[in-house]
């Protein structure tokens, strides 16, 4: 996937009504939506700059075969949450954007590998975050460590997002989840 320039960006949130804010992240899901790959852009917005890095929007590969919900495993729906996330620790474990607001979701319980959108939309605070994958290691496959949440898995990548969020000065972030357009 092509990573978009900071015009782009802005050009796709003007379209589709979006607020711009200095800080935020922003996640692209790839078209492509290979399974249990980490093939979606997980990008944050500094004033003028975006800088992007892999990561997923999807969930890997167990979860989909072997969902912790009956009605299936989250996939987030593309829309912008202001101030939906603060810094606390994901899974009680490390630092990480921990949902605060409501999102909206879509539940894929078919079964199969493949992260797929459409059905009913659900609405509420769940536990979608963006955090990382292996702590010490980029990882290649997305398995367990997505459920619906923004992962990136680079771990040196993270930990420069997570010190620029928590030198911002910010208490709350927005996160915009878009579909691959470009």
């Not at 997505?146 to 898995?153: K, L, P």
Request: charged share 25%; proline share 4%; with cysteine.
């Amino acid at each position: 996937m092509r990573k978009p320039t900071i015009e782009e960006l802005k050009a796709e949130f003007a379209r589709l009504g979006y607020k711009w804010f200095d800080f935020m992240g922003v996640a692209i899901r790839s078209r492509a939506n290979v399974p249990n790959k980490f093939d979606d852009l997980i990008g944050f917005v500094d004033r003028d700059t975006v800088t992007w890095h892999t990561g997923t929007t999807n969930a890997g590969t167990k979860p989909l075969l072997k969902p912790s919900n009956p009605k299936g495993v989250a996939l987030v729906c593309p829309q912008q949450v202001i101030d939906g996330w603060e810094l606390g620790l994901h899974k009680g474990k490390y630092l990480a954007w921990k949902q605060i607001k409501p999102v909206k979701y879509w539940r894929d319980n078919d079964l199969d590998r493949i992260a797929e959108s459409g059905g009913e939309v659900y609405e509420g605070i769940i536990g979608i975050n963006w955090h990382r994958a292996n702590e010490s290691a980029e990882s290649q496959n997305v398995e367990n460590w997505s459920e619906g949440c923004m992962v990136q898995n680079d771990p040196n990548e993270y930990e420069t997002f997570i010190k620029a969020s928590s030198e911002s000065g910010l208490t709350a972030f927005t996160g915009t989840i878009l579909d691959e357009w470009l």
